[in-house]
């Protein structure tokens, strides 16, 4: 177990330009989640996949904001044309999910400024 | 998922218990009690849960009242790396919905 990982762990960005994260969950994990988080918040909830299905997507997810998992194993968030307000630590989770509980494992993150 | 209201911050004294309440007074019947921390810096760690009986592990132990609209976590003897954000949520199946849970400090 290698844990969860995310890649890059910092990224510098000027607004407009793309980005795109990887992370690489834990490997028998069926559930991969991403979430962000600023400065003095919990984690807020993007999108979540079972295998490699999306199958939630947050409002605070625009348009601008897509995420894959395509052989459900690793998974990338893009975010295109990047705004100061996308500033922010986006975490990945991965886990289990059982009939009636799961509990996440999280990496490490990736934290985005955008100048 | 439940909401969960937790104080915004706490102290403890090194090497005494850390007693972190919550209350979750619109949890349903089949909804678990979790807690993770975040130390500076790191994503979420996982601590313990339960649904409706007490829980101990290595970490910590999970007291969950009998109504089941409130719970403790507790650190038996509180360390200075304990000192993190801890996160109280309720939930049992999908995304887990964090609040802005509460910050302990731990003071020499």
């Known amino acids: 177990d290698t844990g969860v990982s995310q890649n890059p762990r910092h990224k510098i960005t000027k607004r407009g330009q793309n980005v795109t994260f990887r992370c690489d969950p834990i490997?028998?994990?069926?559930?991969l989640y991403w979430y962000r988080q600023t400065l003095g918040q919990g984690p807020e909830f993007l999108t979540y996949?079972?295998?490699?299905?999306?199958?939630?997507k947050s409002r605070l997810l625009s348009d601008r904001f897509s995420a894959e998992r395509p052989k459900g194993s690793f998974s990338t968030l893009e975010i295109q044309r990047t705004e100061q307000g996308d500033s922010a630590m986006y975490l990945c989770?991965?886990?289990?999910?059982?009939?009636?509980?799961?509990?996440?494992?999280f990496g490490s993150g990736t934290q985005l400024s955008v100048l | 998922d439940a909401k969960t209201t937790q104080p915004t911050s706490m102290d403890c004294a090194e090497g005494r218990a850390a007693n972190l309440p919550c209350n979750h007074s619109t949890i349903s019947g089949n909804e678990y009690v979790y807690w993770y921390r975040q130390i500076h810096s790191q994503g979420p760690q996982y601590i313990i849960h339960g649904l409706k009986n007490n829980e101990t592990n290595e970490m910590a132990s999970l007291i969950i009242t009998e109504d089941r609209k409130s719970s403790t976590l507790i650190l038996p003897h509180a360390t200075l790396r304990d000192t993190a954000v801890y996160y109280c949520?309720?939930?049992?199946?999908?995304?887990?919905?964090f609040g802005i849970g509460t910050k302990l400090q731990v003071i020499p």
């Open positions: 490997s028998e994990h069926n559930r």
């Open positions: 989770a991965s886990s289990l999910a059982a009939a009636t509980n799961e509990k996440l494992f």
């Open positions: 996949f079972q295998n490699e299905a999306q199958l939630e």
């Open positions: 949520i309720v939930g049992g199946y999908q995304k887990v919905t």
